[in-house]
């Protein structure tokens, strides 16, 4: 299996040629945010699903496959369009549940005790892989950054055949596109970081998929995968060799992570810079902030999450479309 990206980054002596979209992590509303930004600017005139490289991680990951198949106008009109979730209540006497805020101190306590950054992915893992074994023994599959557990499990089937079903539903096609595509995962057993494209011999669905796997491992042939933000939230590095840069990040380019360890935006971008590129960050603005961290596995927010980020890339075309061109 080829995970490994397709193209490497080419010296040169000029400007480096060749434009890539960046697609961070956020969850759900975090996915309704990208597709609102990138719905707003392709209104204006800003088409940016023509960029030589796409690189999506978790949510990113699920945006980056719906742009390839479908206009940011219509994705956005879905978001906007879609029934709302019922609001969930907790049967007389017991406490509402909290997947979102278990699942922040779990990992919380992991990054505490980790040495470093490949040390935490390990823990990671192996912590993923014993749930997916605790939930289902025969396969894996993991509450993701742009679903919920509920909508999951409201499937039959395995845990991974839930997911994959319901990631596949959100694609609007099935197939790897022709442009260069990257997706983030990291290898569950190992910790090692690993990038999928259309030749590393994995479908695109269950590439989403990995890369979205934030709680449980997500099996595909004999590996199991965790979120490709494990790697880095926006994995911008990834773009390295290209002439411009442009990161739209729904965490605002934070980082749980001890800033030691470099995972932070600012440091990718940094690197990036040095090597040639020009980097351009977009983030949720102040009035929308509260979409997203905590909140950011609410379903009934994605609508106004990808109002904002619509309204946003309406303002903000002007400017990006000298950057892009």
């Known amino acids: 299996m080829n995970t490994t990206p397709s193209s490497q980054p080419r010296p040169s002596d000029g400007p480096l040629p060749g434009r890539a979209l960046v697609l961070g992590g956020g969850g759900s509303t975090g996915n309704a945010w990208l597709i609102g930004v990138l719905a707003g600017l392709a209104d204006a005139g800003l088409d940016l699903t023509r960029a030589d490289r796409v690189i999506g991680t978790s949510a ?10 479908a206009p940011p106008a219509e994705l956005y009109a879905a978001i906007l369009d879609a029934p709302l979730p019922p609001q969930r209540r907790p049967p007389a006497g017991h406490a509402p549940a909290r997947p979102v805020s278990d699942h922040l101190e779990r990992t919380g306590r992991i990054i505490a005790a980790a040495e470093d950054a490949a040390d935490m992915r390990r823990r ?5 892989l014993e749930m997916a074994a605790a939930r289902n023994p025969s396969t894996a599959t993991a509450p993701v950054q742009d679903s919920s557990p ?3 499990s409201a499937q039959g089937g395995s845990l991974r055949e839930q997911w994959r079903a319901t990631v596949a539903t959100r694609l609007p096609t099935l197939e790897w596109p022709q442009h260069e595509l990257l997706m983030t995962a990291v290898d569950a057993h190992s910790g090692e970081p690993v990038v999928f494209h259309r030749h590393s011999g994995v ?3 269950d590439a989403v998929a990995a890369s979205c796997a934030s709680g449980f491992a997500y099996g595909i042939g004999n590996s199991s995968y ?4 494990y790697r880095r939230n926006e994995n911008a590095d990834l773009a390295a060799g290209c002439g411009r840069v442009l990161v739209l990040s729904p ?3 934070r980082t749980r992570m001890p800033l030691e360890w470099n995972m932070q935006l600012a440091a990718q971008a940094d690197e990036l810079r040095a090597a040639g590129s020009v980097v351009e960050t977009v983030f949720p603005d102040a009035g929308s902030e509260h979409l997203f961290g905590a909140n950011a596995m609410d379903l009934r927010l994605r609508p106004a999450a990808a109002q904002a980020g619509y309204t946003q890339g309406r ?3 002007g400017r990006l479309a000298a950057f892009w061109s």
């Open 150 to 152: 509920q909508e999951s």
């Open 124 to 128: 990671m893992g192996a912590v993923a």
């Open 315 to 317: 303002a903000l075309a």
């Open 226 to 229: 965790i979120d490709g933000g």
């Open 251 to 253: 965490f605002g380019g």
């Open 60 to 69: 990113g990951s699920t945006a980056a496959a719906q742009i390839a198949g």
């Open 203 to 205: 479908d695109l669905v």
